[in-house]
């Protein structure tokens, strides 16, 4: 990631083009994925 980001700021469309995320979104839309990814069925 450092030989990407090289501590410069993205913006998420091209963070998204060049690797550095995978999906957009906000806190809420991270809990859902990790949720999702570990099959957890309750995350309130």
Not at 3 to 16: M, N, Y
Request: hydrophobic share 45%; net charge positive.
């Amino acid at each position: 990631m450092e030989t990407i980001a090289q501590g410069r700021v993205w913006t998420g469309l091209k963070a998204k083009e060049v690797g550095l995320i995978d999906a957009y979104g906000g806190l809420n839309a991270a809990i859902a994925a990790a949720a999702k990814k570990r099959n957890w069925t309750n995350t309130k």
